[in-house]
Antibody
Framework: QVTLKESGPGMLQPSQTLSLTCTFSGTSLSTSNMGLSWLRQPSGKGLEWLASIWNNDNYYNPSLRSRLTISKETSKNQVLLKFTSMEPADTATYYC??????????????WGQGTLVTVSS | DTVLTQSPALAVSPGERVTISCRASESVSTRMHWYQQKPGQQPKLLIYGASNLESGVPARFSGSGSGTDFTLTIDPVEANDTATYFCQQSWNDPTFGSGTKLEIK
């Protein structure tokens, strides 16, 4: 059974850098075709994909690419996300999710519970 | 970006059949997935690859479509299906529809 859990600061001030950690169990980043993604959802709004890490490749939402860095600590079963220049509009619940290869499709089949990040002065 | 368009809200009675639509701005083949999200919870995968039922999801849920037009059908609807339903494409960088809020009368 794959489980994921996000952790973060909860609140930060405008212009600061957000650091998030996704700790998972039940699978391993050293497995081929294993990737993890970060997504976010402002309260009452839709979902937005931010970044993914697959094997040794990183992928970013083009509209946010300059502000995002995704990385992994394989031995700790963790995927990290850094998000620079945070502003109030970035206030959202941030999720990590695993998109396993289901018959060649890659849906977000497993989600963490999410961590709320509030950006406010 | 591939834009996914969903109708914002629907209201149906228990026992009825409901279809939720999702239209893509360009063809995504069958790389469309559907999620259910209840308030305060993370999204839950229902359908992947347009028509494949995720393990453990009741057979009342089904999906169809290819190219640009997709539907999620719930038949029959039950009271605990009250939720917001999102479509998501994985043909290119993942994008989501804005969600359809389903109310059970």
């Amino acid at each position: 059974q794959v489980t994921l859990k996000e952790s973060g600061p909860g609140m930060l001030q405008p212009s600061q850098t957000l650091s998030l950690t996704c700790t998972f169990s039940g699978t391993s980043l050293s497995t081929s075709n294993m990737g993890l993604s970060w997504l976010r959802q402002p309260s009452g709004k839709g979902l937005e994909w931010l970044a993914s890490i697959w094997n040794n490749d990183n992928y970013y939402n083009p509209s946010l690419r300059s502000r995002l860095t995704i990385s992994k600590e394989t031995s700790k079963n963790q995927v990290l996300l850094k998000f620079t220049s945070m502003e109030p509009a970035d206030t959202a619940t941030y999720y990590c999710a695993w998109d396993p290869p289901y018959d060649g499709y890659y849906p977000f089949a497993y989600w963490g519970q999410g961590t709320l990040v509030t950006v406010s002065s | 970006d591939t834009v996914l368009t969903q109708s914002p809200a629907l209201a149906v009675s228990p026992g009825e059949r409901v279809t939720i639509s999702c239209r893509a701005s360009e063809s995504v083949s069958t790389r469309m997935h559907w999620y259910q999200q209840k308030p305060g919870q993370q999204p839950k995968l229902l359908i992947y690859g347009a028509s494949n039922l995720e393990s453990g999801v009741p057979a009342r849920f089904s999906g169809s479509g290819s190219g640009t037009d997709f539907t999620l059908t719930i038949d029959p609807v039950e009271a605990n299906d009250t939720a917001t339903y999102f479509c998501q494409q994985s043909w290119n960088d993942p994008t989501f529809g804005s969600g359809t809020k389903l109310e059970i009368k």
